[in-house]
């Protein structure tokens, strides 16, 4: 069974909460969650990833979080990644991805 996505904007930050398992299934709806807010060009907009709900991670996964990158870093947009649970947290560092996201 794959996860949820549910998303919450402010004026300048976008907050994507991720629940159940963020695998390849879920692209297209982390691709909805995010694309509206980078398609505007808005400069400086900040975009939260939370983990909290999130039980299981993949390769996938970690490929669509640097696909919102790509799209937002053209935007100079700030992305943190928030609440990740030990061995989630775990992957993220194996992938070195504090060197390309903020971590909390």
Do not use: W
């Not at 930050?13 to 995010?34: D, L, P």
């Not at 991670?57 to 640097?66: F, N, Q, R, V, Y």
């Amino acid at each position: 069974m794959s996860g949820t996505i549910s998303v919450e904007r402010a004026e300048r930050e976008t907050v994507i909460n991720i629940k159940g398992r963020f695998n390849f299934e879920m692209h297209s709806q982390f691709r909805t969650a995010y694309q509206e807010d980078t398609s505007k060009g808005q400069k400086g907009r900040k975009f939260i990833i939370d983990l909290s709900g999130t039980e299981y991670i993949d390769s996938s996964a970690l490929g669509m979080l640097l696909l919102l990158r790509e799209e937002a870093g053209t935007n100079e947009s700030d992305i943190e990644i928030v609440n990740a649970k030990p061995e989630i947290r775990k992957i993220l560092e194996t992938a070195n991805f504090q060197r390309l996201f903020k971590i909390s």
